[in-house]
């Protein structure tokens, strides 16, 4: 099982960035997908999470700015981040477990991508 995710970048305080990450050779049940990040010196975060439903739960930190989304059939999911601020620089990575359900750790996810770093400054 591999996920990559993709489209970080810089942007300015206020901008948008749109991340997506594909999930291949998955063949099993139901998968969850959650998005986590990590900022410099710190630990990896929750960030939000899609379940294979298509319910969705986000960290307090990003709610009403980002938006987590899926395509089940082309096996890619999708962070909308909207009113960036420059805390919300990190190193974005998107995870997988092998159940239908969300969970906000990331000790139950069980495949990871490689991250992509977003950067938000003037």
């Known amino acids: 099982v591999q996920l990559q995710a993709s489209g970080g970048g810089l942007v300015q305080p206020g901008g948008s960035l749109r991340l997506s990450c594909i999930v291949s050779g998955y063949t099993g049940t139901p998968y969850a997908v959650g998005w986590f990040r990590q900022a410099p010196g710190k630990e990896r975060e929750f960030v939000s999470a899609?379940?294979?439903?298509?319910?969705?739960y986000s960290a307090d930190s990003v709610k009403g700015r980002f938006t987590v989304s899926r395509d089940n059939a082309r096996k890619t999911a999708a962070l909308q981040m909207n009113s960036l601020k420059p805390e919300d620089t990190a190193v974005y990575y998107c995870a997988a477990r092998a159940y239908s359900s969300i969970s906000y750790s990331r000790d139950e996810y069980n495949y990871w991508g490689q991250g992509t770093l977003v950067t938000v400054s003037s």
């Open positions: 899609i379940a294979w439903s298509g319910a969705t």
